[in-house]
């Protein structure tokens, strides 16, 4: 579904992402971890589609296109969702409005009649119960004022809705309660099919008991230091970042 | 050889046209009203002749240069205008319910067949200025011309030398008039640049409670001035919500000058909405005279092309336990320019006064300016007020998100110019109203450049 080959990314200049290879199929769920400022972020934004990154080198082929060549609307239209590390307020414009113009665009794409006002109210509060969101938070702008935990749930709430083919979720599990926490986990397991996949980015494996990723992927200043299973995670919390850093790194990617 | 005494200023070719029309003015029709405001005009007058027309050396006038209405020789608007304007024109222009009061003033002279009123509750009333003056001047006489200040304002002189007709709103004491009165006010020059002097006096009494609409327009195809002068004197424990609708047309120039005035524990929200005229400038002062009362300001204005639009607004504490909150927000594009200028004054009395005050622009191309200035005066030690501005672009983080969900540029700009905006309309109280301005804010936008 997604290949990433020998990216290369850099921002104002800087190369942040210095060759990163990962291939992801359809079914599979990638936990990508890593110390502050290693780039995974970067990662996320670029395959989103964010224009301050430049690519210096290297390809992104997601479905058989090249992804960087479309533009993030484009993306998202073609099912790929980032759950973002940090979610942008957007002042007077109210969760139900916004999520049904993207919605609605994302139908139009497919060739799928648009929902109105009422269908798709339906459809959110449906979501929303699911999702353990409260419904006043449908109608509030987005994200304004919204407590971190709030902002991470609205995240996943979006792609709850939206139900992307691929999606690559920012850290969604930082700032979260443990009852939160179990919630967006379901999310991501609720989406857990053989069409679609997942790269979770994560800073504990404390998500990863349970979401069981199929991969998990240590990347360390720009590069894919060491890739393995389930279990790397638990020797990662164990042994900390330094211990990969010593290790050559190995060659990445499924 | 005789000399004659004139005052200096009164030679000024500027200012000729204004004189001449005075002349014929009080010769004709003019002269049936009752003294008392012949001697309004007068003073109105004398005020006029003494004064010069500001220039951008006045601090008030600063950022408005308004050489575009002095160079023109302005007429006065004496003849209605006939068959151009459609019934069906001025119909598309209400809104509401279709029982709600409704005053249409063409070129500043009521039409009383376009008119309708009735309904009403006992005592109030909604009718034409000119009317009221005559059958109704114990009413009037004590408010007319005693809250619009002349000896600041050249404009506000000159409106009042010409005071003829326009709107008289009177709610009695303790009376509820639920339908807000509707006044619209439609400018039409066809053969030459005209003025018109529209004036509105709003009275509530003690405890009475309405809505007004100011509702100004034009459909015109030659320049013409639009010199409004508008009074609101709220009684204690009164409450008026005030909407004033520019929406002049391109060769509209507009200059209102509105005086409020707020007794013991009364309510006034009002909402200005600037969205025509080549050049338009509204001076809005509130003056919060007695203890406990609550002020709410809000403002929309968009400013495209060439346009200039200029909100200059006041809010006097005078007494304790005053509220004052205060937004306005602005949309400018195109090579417009738009000025806000933000001034509340707490006096040493007005002890507990909260005060919030806030104007945001939003800038949509590289070629819009805004000079925006909050003021606070504060003599008062015990009081909470905050005041701020800001000016900027549309958010690349947040186009970024939106795109990132599916939603197109030019969509995205369009939604957060809306929420940019909607903010604001969200504050306005008369649901039809929110519709209306919603529907008005959907249109520009897609107008404006975002939507490219
Ligand atoms: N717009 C930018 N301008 C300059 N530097 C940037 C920019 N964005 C990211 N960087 C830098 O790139 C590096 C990688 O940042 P990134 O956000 O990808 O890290 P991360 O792995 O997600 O870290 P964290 O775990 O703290 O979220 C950091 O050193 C960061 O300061
Ligand atoms: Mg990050």
């Known amino acids: 579904m997604l290949e990433i080959k020998n990216l290369r990314v850099a921002v104002g200049g800087k190369e942040i992402l210095k060759g990163i290879n990962l291939s992801v ?35 992104v082929t997601y479905e058989g296109r090249n992804l960087l060549e479309m533009m993030p609307e484009d993306r998202a239209k073609e099912g790929v969702f980032m759950a973002f590390q ?155 970042y330094d211990w990969v850093r010593e290790k050559e790194a190995v060659p990445a990617g499924a | 050889m005789t000399t004659t005494l004139v005052s200096p200023n009164l030679t000024v070719p500027e200012k000729a046209h204004y004189i001449a029309d005075f002349e014929l003015f009080n010769k004709n029709g003019a002269t049936v009203a009752p003294a008392w405001v012949r001697q309004l005009r007068q003073k109105g ?147 030459e640049a005209t003025v018109v002097h529209p004036r509105i006096l709003v009275v509530a009494e003690a405890g009475s409670r309405g809505t007004v609409i100011e509702n100004h327009f034009g459909k015109s195809g030659q320049p013409y001035f639009s010199n409004v002068v508008t009074e609101i004197v709220v009684g204690e424990e009164a409450s008026v919500e005030h909407y004033k609708l520019q929406r002049e047309d391109e060769n509209g120039f507009h200059i209102a000058t509105t005086e409020v005035f707020q007794k013991r524990a009364s309510r006034y929200a009002g909402f200005t909405l600037d969205a025509g005229a080549q050049l338009g400038r509204n001076t809005h002062r509130v003056v919060l005279d007695g203890p406990e009362v609550d002020c ?78 909050p003021q606070l005066e504060i003599f008062a030690d015990d009081v909470k007020c905050t005041h701020g501005a800001t000016v900027g672009q549309l958010d690349e983080s947040a186009i970024f998100y939106l795109t990132a969900r599916g939603i197109s540029r030019p969509n995205a700009a369009r939604l957060l110019t809306f929420g940019f905006a909607n903010d604001v309309l969200n504050h306005i109280e008369l649901e039809p109203m929110r519709v209306e301005l919603e529907a008005e804010l959907l249109a520009r936008l897609e107008a404006s450049s975002v939507a490219k």
Request: glycine fraction near 8%.
């Open chain 2, 296 to 373: 709410r300001l809000n403002g929309l204005y968009f400013a495209a092309g060439k346009q200039h639009i200029d909100n200059h607004t006041a809010i006097e504490h005078r007494f304790p336990n005053g509220k004052s909150f205060e937004v306005y927000k602005g949309i400018v594009d195109g090579r417009a320019r738009a000025v806000y200028n933000g001034k509340v004054f707490v006096r040493q009395a007005a002890q507990k006064t909260d005060s919030k005050q806030t104007n945001k622009n939003l800038i949509l191309s590289d070629l819009a300016t805004v000079d925006t200035k």
């Open chain 1, 86 to 240: 940090y979610p942008v307020e957007i002042p007077g414009v109210s969760n139900a409005y916004f999520l049904r113009s993207a919605y609605n665009e994302i139908r139009k794409h497919r060739g799928e009649e648009e929902l109105d006002a009422m269908e798709f109210l339906k459809l959110l509060r449906q979501r929303a119960k699911l999702m353990n969101i409260d419904e006043s938070l449908l109608n509030r702008p987005v994200n304004e004022g919204f407590s971190g935990g709030e902002k991470k749930k609205n995240e996943v709430f979006q792609m709850a809705v939206l139900e992307p083919k691929l999606a690559i979720l920012d850290e969604t599990d930082s700032g979260l309660d443990i009852d939160a926490l179990k919630v967006v986990a379901e999310g991501v397991n609720q989406l857990r099919r053989p069409e679609r996949a997942t790269v979770l980015i994560t800073h504990y494996q404390r998500i990863l008991n349970y979401i069981t990723p199929d991969y998990v992927h240590v990347l360390v200043d720009g590069k894919i230091v060491r890739s393995g299973g389930k279990e790397l995670a638990l020797e990662l919390e164990e042994k900390g």
């Open chain 2, 45 to 191: 007058f004398a005020r006029f002749a003494e004064m010069n027309f500001p220039t951008m050396k006045d601090e008030e006038w600063k950022y408005t240069s308004v050489a575009p209405i002095v160079k023109v020789p302005f007429r006065l608007a004496v003849e209605y205008p006939s068959g151009v304007l459609a019934k069906t024109e001025i119909e598309g222009r209400f809104f509401g319910q279709p029982g709600w009061p409704r005053l249409v003033f063409v070129n500043g002279i009521f039409s009383r067949e376009l008119s309708s009123i009735s309904g009403l509750p006992k005592g109030v009333l909604v009718k034409s200025l000119g009317e009221a003056l005559k059958e109704n001047p114990e009413l009037v006489e004590p408010y007319l011309g005693k809250y619009a200040r002349l000896d600041d304002s050249i404009f506000a002189a000159l409106g009042t030398a010409f005071l003829q007709d326009g709107a008289f709103v009177y709610l009695p004491t303790g009376v509820v008039l639920e339908k807000p009165a509707h006044l619209l006010f439609v400018s039409t020059a066809e053969k």
């Open chain 1, 25 to 59: 199929n359809a079914g599979e769920v990638h936990a990508v971890m890593g110390p502050n400022g290693s780039g995974k972020s970067t990662l996320a934004q670029v395959l989103a589609g964010h224009p301050t990154f430049q690519v210096i080198e290297g390809e």
